[in-house]
């Protein structure tokens, strides 16, 4: 693990599971230090979406963790209408949760 934390700089928690960031305490209590974590969400219309308080959630907890940051892996027509269509024009609604929660909580 000491070689591990020594060379990798970031590791995306790309998690499509139901848990998403809080799944970085299985790495932690592996010996991977907090720094090179990044919480994800999954924004994208499917039926493994992560919704908007779970987003806010994850990020309160990657804070509280000290985790390198937070990312969702689709940017632009998350949340899209009824969960399941696309927007035509990007609406960021996931990075937008992701920002807002950072912006209340960070220090705190």
């Known amino acids: 693990m000491k070689a591990f934390n020594e060379h990798v700089d970031t590791v995306e928690l790309q998690d499509y599971s139901s848990g998403n960031t809080p799944n970085a305490t299985v790495w932690i209590q592996a010996g ?5 974590l990044m919480g994800g969400v999954c924004t994208e ?6 919704g908007i308080e779970n987003i806010a959630a994850a990020t309160v907890f990657a804070l509280k963790s000290e985790l390198r940051g937070m ?11 009824q969960g399941q269509k696309e927007d035509i024009e990007p609406i960021f609604t996931g990075a937008k949760a992701i920002y807002d929660t950072v912006q209340t909580h960070r220090n705190g």
């Open 32 to 36: 991977v230090k907090a720094a090179i």
């Open 45 to 50: 219309n499917s039926r493994v979406q992560t």
């Open 71 to 81: 990312f969702s892996w689709r940017l632009d027509n998350d949340h899209g209408q």
